[in-house]
C-alpha cells in the first residue's frame, strides 16, 4: 500500500516523539496511513531477532520509516522486504551509530561504552541525559527534554541495555545499498547524537538516494519541528509516486 507508512520510534522514549509528525502528515494528505509502531521489548542485542518480531508484526507493501534506532531497523527491513516494501526514510539515523575506521561520522566508541556503562549503573539518569542530548541544538532544548522524558515509557532496564547493545551491532550500510526503492535520509544540523558529517557520507555511498539536512534543529527534529519534517516527506512522497 503506497498510503501507508509505518514508523518506529528511537531507543528508549516509545512513541510520542513521532505522533506530532504523524498528526502533521495526516493533516497533509488525508489518504495517507500514518502508524506509529513500538519496537519490540526485547533483551536480546540481536538484529535478526528483532527484525524477526518486526517482519512479523508490520504490515506489508507499506513504506517503512524510523527515528535514530527505528530507522536503522527500518533499513534492515526493508532490505529484506525487497518488493513488498514501497519505500524508506529515516529520521537523524546513522548507518553505524558507533564510529570505527571505516564510518568515523559516527559517536566515538569511548563516549557510547561510557553511556553504556551509566546506563547499566542507573538507566533513569541515563534516560534523563539522553533526553538532554536528543534535545541538545533546538530552540528550546530544555524545554524539548522535559517533554521527551515526561512521555518516556517505563522500560526495564534489561530491555534498555538491550536495545544499546542493538545500537552498537547494527550496519545498515549493506541495507541500504540492497534495497532498490525509493529512500529519503533527513538528517539534523545540530545533533549531538548523529553527526552532521553522516549526510555527506551516505551521499558518498549512495549518491542517488535523497538526503535533507535541517539545520538549526536537534536530533529530536521529529519533535521539535514536526510540520517542517512533515513537508519534506510528503513532497518525498509525493514525487515517488509520480515516478
Known sequence: MRDRLILLPGWGLGTAPLQPLAEALRGLDPRLQVQVEPLPLLVSSDPADWLDELDANLPEDAWLGGWSLGGMLAAELAARRGERCSGLL???????????????????AETFKAFRQGCAADASATLKRFTLLCAQGAADARGLSR?????????????????????ANLDARAALQAF????????????????????????ALLPDVEIGLIDNASHAFALERPHEIAAAIQAFLHEAGDD
Open 90 to 108: 529515516t529520521l537523524a539515523s546513522n548507518l553505524r551509530f558507533v564510529a570505527e575506521p571505516g564510518w568515523p561520522a559516527a559517536m566515538p
Open 147 to 167: 517533554q521527551l522524558l515526561a512521555a518516556a515509557p517505563q522500560v526495564q532496564p534489561e530491555a534498555l541495555l538491550a536495545g544499546l547493545d542493538l545500537l
Open 180 to 203: 532498490v526503492g525509493p529512500q529519503l535520509h533527513l538528517f539534523a544540523g545540530q545533533d549531538a547524537l548523529v553527526p552532521a558529517a553522516a549526510a555527506p557520507a551516505l551521499l
